[in-house]
């Protein structure tokens, strides 16, 4: 039913694309830009199960945290299902693009990004959620698809694209022509695995116990899936497990690509596997338009030279990596009528909702 009143209000409304990714949650509104980009942490107090911080302040929390709170990663630890932290979630980070500037409700178009392996019911949590954390329409889009927009690949066109989107905990692939996803494959070997292939490789070669953080520094300093142009070192600093003190070791960029290359040969096959199933005439078009990648993943280094040295493809990666899936989000909303179709499900609003 058309109600003037919450049309009027649209008009001052926001739109604004979330990416809830496992690692990091991104926030994009329309004609600003990024406006909140913080770690996917929530601290919740055991006994109430109450969410006591979200982002950057319940990341913080990690290891130094008293019993009585957990601090969890709702998505990568597969509790997106539980309502009230999802909408916690969604309701800060909402309030948070408004900003101060509205004297307005935050009464906004919602798009979330959603990781293709989520389930039915874990979808429909998000989607309530965002809609009782205040969102008068909440659409969810796949998050290749997102990424795909976001990278500015022509998914709207015939010609075939394909994306490669490597977050914390998981890599999807995907092959889009004509807004839609034609084929697509995911798995949970992503950046954090990663992390943990360094953590084993320092424990079993040098029996240096490190922390997850360590492992990520150097995951991004000198971790790479293809020879370096000019190998590096860096001082790796941990406990060593036989004396139990602190040490530190100097590690090569080598080593640490021998550590990665299980993981980067599963993500590598991942796409091999992708490409064998797709259409041949959507894998010529690939041919010209090349392989994007994209998440935080995407930015290990030597990773586009590797997957196009085994594809014979091109591959690259794509610009602002990171924020792709937010971007492509918002962009949806940006324009609705061309790219409605490119969301994954039908469209729910908030009961008092307008109608178009
Ligand atoms: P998600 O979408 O799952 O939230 P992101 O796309 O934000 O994940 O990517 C987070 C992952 O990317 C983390 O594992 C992080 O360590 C990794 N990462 C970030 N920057 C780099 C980099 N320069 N090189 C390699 N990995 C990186
Ligand atoms: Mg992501």
Redesign the pocket.
């Known amino acids: 039913m058309f109600n003037p009143l919450n049309a009027l209000l649209g008009l001052f409304s926001l739109d604004i694309g979330i ?1 809830l ?5 991104l926030v994009y509104v329309r004609g600003k830009g990024i406006v909140s980009n913080e770690p ?1 942490w929530v601290a919740l107090d055991k006994g109430h199960n109450t969410v006591l911080a979200i982002g950057a302040e319940a990341k913080e929390m990690v290891g130094k945290a008293p019993h009585n709170i957990t601090v969890i990663r709702p ?1 990568r630890d597969g509790v997106i299902s539980e309502f009230d932290i999802t909408e916690a979630m969604l309701r800060r980070f909402i309030k948070k693009a408004h900003g101060q500037i509205s004297i307005l409700p935050p009464r906004p178009r919602v798009v979330v990004g959603v990781p293709s392996g989520v389930t039915e019911v874990e979808k429909r949590a998000v989607q309530d959620a965002a809609l009782a954390a205040g969102a008068r329409e909440a659409y969810l889009i796949e ?1 290749p698809m997102a990424a795909a927009i976001g990278a500015g690949l022509p998914v709207t066109e015939a010609q075939g694209s394909m994306i490669v ?6 890599t999807e692939v995907a092959v889009f022509a004509l807004t839609g996803i034609v084929i697509s494959k995911s798995l949970r070997i ?3 695995e ?2 943990e292939d360094i953590m084993q490789y320092s424990r079993q070669k040098y029996n240096l116990a490190i922390s997850e953080r360590m492992a ?1 520094r150097i ?2 300093n000198i ?1 790479s899936a293809y020879p370096l142009p000019e190998e590096r070192t860096m001082a790796m600093r941990g406990r060593n497990l036989i004396t139990g003190l602190p040490e530190e070791i100097e590690i090569s960029s080598i080593e640490i690509r021998e550590a990665l290359s299980r993981s980067i040969n599963i993500i590598v096959d991942l796409v091999r596997d992708t490409l064998d199933e797709t259409p041949p005439e959507l894998v010529s078009d690939l041919m010209e338009t090349g392989i994007c990648l994209a ?3 995407g ?3 030597g990773l586009s030279e590797r997957i196009s040295e085994e594809t014979h493809i091109r591959a690259w990666v794509a610009q602002d990596s ?1 924020t792709c ?1 937010a971007r492509g989000a918002g962009k949806v909303l940006e324009d609705f009528e061309v790219l409605r179709r490119a969301l994954s499900n039908d469209d729910r609003r908030h009961p008092g909702g307008t109608a178009s």
């Open positions: 990416d990714g496992t690692a990091n949650t996917s998505l998050e989107d490597i977050g914390g905990g998981t992503a950046g954090d990663l992390d990520e995951k991004i971790g998440g935080g993943g930015l290990l280094k990171l899936v």
